[in-house]
């Protein structure tokens, strides 16, 4: 009892210090988080040095073991040299929300027509007009002088009916004849018939929000400010929501970065740009020759160029935008397939963090593409290691007894989780982000090895979004790997069980069985997310407003494009299905009544405790639909998921494990 409290002590300690210190701390002030992000620094340097010290340097050279004891320290080694970075990365934080108010005060004070011009790139390959329309519109319909903004499509897909459209709104189409250098050469050209002294570029599925530019542009009175980037919000849900039935109480996968990693990086002059929704000086864009063609990832190797030649990138961590999150599987590898391999290839580039010139030593480091190269090997090796042991009896470590590993090991667990729940509190639970991660693996890692072999092997692909992109499949490979692992985990741990074929003896296999549990955990949920579920082209927003349906008043409590949803009294009569419903700011609307649902509510103006829900279904055109459009996409309204309920979240994956799901 006495041995077992003692292993526990240090874990103690580190609980005691998150109770006392982090929780009762402000998370985004720069002590408070240097000190916990330096404590957790302490607590894996101590485990690294038993590592080597105790399990590693006094493991007797015996065969092959001896070198899988090597290879697993190793990994370590690179997982801990990217946890140090991550520590010494979000250590700081900077919100530049006040810097844009005070800086937007003196830069709109002058006359208007002195003004700087801004040109609105939108490049596009294939995309819908479902797609399309939502950023053009939303792009006319920015809040800045319009005889000092300039809007181009891009279109590479050289579309007629794109052209018609583009006319119809008084924005300038551009082609090209060829498709070199794909989306960079589709801005170089956008560059090539435009003068505006800033570029703001939107993928074509981003909507900018009306004051975008009233935000972004106040930055550049810094004449070293060559880029303003901003996050990208999501008004759809992602696959990895959908798949896990988590859609309204789990946030998009990117949040992370946007909200918590990308405002650490800036603090340091590390920020980089990510292409949709940022703002680029021209003369910065002219000063390194053009958007770079050499790498897939034209936004980060533009960031690069621009330190080479003293421009920095800025990031505004305000929501000024919305777009197409990856809609299914497909999408959502080829674009992280992408983002991984272009990362990889500035490793290869004259001015990538190795051989660029202009950056200083902190600035290569942090611009080395560490996460990609690391994280899913190190993921790989968790899975692996307890098979290994339970099936070959091959030890990861010297192993002495349980409280020796209990007291190195899960106090540097404890404060790993415990700082990301701290210092990410709305972004992260481990069983989910693990598995997440683990779900990614089994296509990215294979993705790291071709790209360090061949970093320029893979072209171009554009990410399939909207109408064009429908397919919900299967992710066959994906789940073939995970049901395969599953099996070999739990038949290693059951051989182990029968004394005539159990492989492993010894303290350690104690180790290894809890192990083993938790992957096959971690893999049961990843293997969630490779079964897609159906998913709505347009997504709606949540509202609460007061409006008319016949003569009824009622409240509106969910808009799309193409529906609305009204909560009426439920002594609420209609002589037709045909009904006209009445939005503030609109013409009445001609809508079919499609479906009535009833269940409790508690927005009910006439105290009624049971609400009639209302699915009114309608066809907009010319402009009133791009009035809707302005209204639902350029400001006004968000699917961001302020907090995560945890109950919530464990009881829908409970539901879809069986099937079934149930969102708040």
Request: charged fraction near 20%; include cysteine; hydrophobic fraction near 45%.
């Amino acid at each position: 009892m006495v041995q077992s409290l003692l292993a526990l002590a240090p874990t103690f300690v580190v609980i005691a210090f998150f109770l006392l210190g982090p929780s009762n701390w402000p998370r985004h002030k720069t002590w408070t988080r240097a000190l916990t992000c330096s404590f957790v620094g302490a607590v894996a340097l101590r485990y690294i040095w038993w590592r080597l010290t105790e399990t590693v340097l006094p493991y007797p050279a015996d065969g092959a073991n001896f070198y899988w004891v090597w290879i697993v320290f190793i990994v370590e080694l690179l997982a801990f040299a990217e946890v140090s970075l991550f520590l010494i990365l979000m250590s700081r934080y900077v919100d530049r929300s006040a810097e844009a108010d005070r800086l937007g005060r003196a830069f709109f004070a002058r006359d208007q027509s002195g003004l700087p011009t801004v040109d609105v790139f939108i490049p596009t390959y294939n995309e819908p007009l479902d797609v399309l329309e939502r950023t053009i519109v939303g792009a006319l319909a920015l809040d800045y002088p319009k005889d000092k903004l300039n809007i181009y499509v891009l279109d590479d897909g050289r579309r007629q009916w794109l052209k018609t459209f583009c006319e119809t709104r008084g924005v300038v189409h551009v082609t090209r004849r060829d498709n070199a250098h794909a989306k960079a050469g589709n801005m170089n050209n956008g560059l090539e018939v435009s003068s505006g002294d800033f570029v703001a570029i939107f993928d074509a599925d981003f909507v900018p929000y009306q004051h975008f530019l009233r935000r972004t542009l106040p930055f550049f009175s810094d004449e070293t400010i060559g880029i303003v980037q901003t996050p990208q919000h999501f008004f759809n849900v992602d696959p990895v929501q959908s798949n896990l039935g988590l859609e309204n109480i789990w946030p998009d996968e990117q949040r992370l970065f946007f909200d918590e990693i990308a405002p650490s990086r800036d603090v340091w002059d590390v920020s980089f740009c990510c292409g949709s929704c940022s703002i680029a000086r021209r003369k910065a864009i002219d000063a390194i020759g053009g958007f770079p063609t050499e790498s897939i990832t034209e936004d980060l190797l533009s960031t690069l160029a621009m330190l080479n030649k003293g421009y920095k990138t800025r990031y505004l961590n305000e929501r000024l935008s919305m777009g197409l999150a990856a809609e299914n599987l497909t999408g959502y590898f080829v674009q992280r397939e992408r983002w991984c391999q272009g990362g990889i290839q500035t490793l290869y580039l004259h001015n990538g963090p190795l051989r660029g010139p202009g950056l200083n030593l902190f600035q290569r480091v942090m611009f080395l593409p560490m996460s990609w190269l690391v994280q899913y090997l190190v993921r790989f090796m968790v899975i692996l290691v307890p098979i290994v042991y339970l099936w070959f009896g091959a030890l990861p470590l010297y192993f002495t007894d349980v409280g020796d590993y209990v007291s190195n090991q899960v106090p540097l667990l404890t404060a790993y989780f415990l700082l990301m729940l701290w210092i990410t509190p709305t972004r992260y639970l481990p069983l989910v982000s693990s598995a997440v991660g683990t779900f990614a693996t089994f296509r990215m890692l294979p993705t790291v090895v071709s790209s360090l072999v061949r970093p320029f092997g893979k072209p171009f692909k554009v990410t399939p979004k909207g109408s064009a992109n429908e397919a919900s499949v299967f992710d066959g490979y994906t789940f073939t790997w995970i049901a395969s692992l599953i099996v070999i985990t739990a038949a290693g741990l059951v051989i182990n069980i029968v004394p005539e074929t159990s492989r492993v003896h010894g303290s350690f296999s104690t180790v290894a069985a809890l192990w083993a549990g938790i992957n096959i955990v971690i893999l049961l949920i990843a293997s969630l997310i490779c079964f897609e579920k159906p998913r709505r082209l347009f997504q709606a927003f949540k509202v609460d407003e007061a409006v008319d349906v016949d003569g009824t008043t009622g409240r509106l409590v969910s808009l799309s494009l193409d529906k609305a949803v009204v909560a009426v009294s439920t002594r609420t009569r209609f002589q037709s299905t045909r009904v006209r419903l009445s939005i503030n700011g609109f013409e009445p609307m001609r809508s079919e009544l499609r479906q009535v649902t009833q269940r409790r509510g508690d927005i009910s103006r006439a105290g009624d405790k049971q609400l009639y829900y209302l699915h009114l279904h309608f066809d907009l055109h010319g402009a009133e639909r791009d009035k809707m459009i302005v209204k639902l996409y350029t400001g006004r309204y968000s699917q961001d998921i302020p907090d995560i309920d945890k109950v919530a979240v464990s009881v829908n994956l409970l539901l879809r494990a069986f099937g079934r799901t149930r969102t708040a």
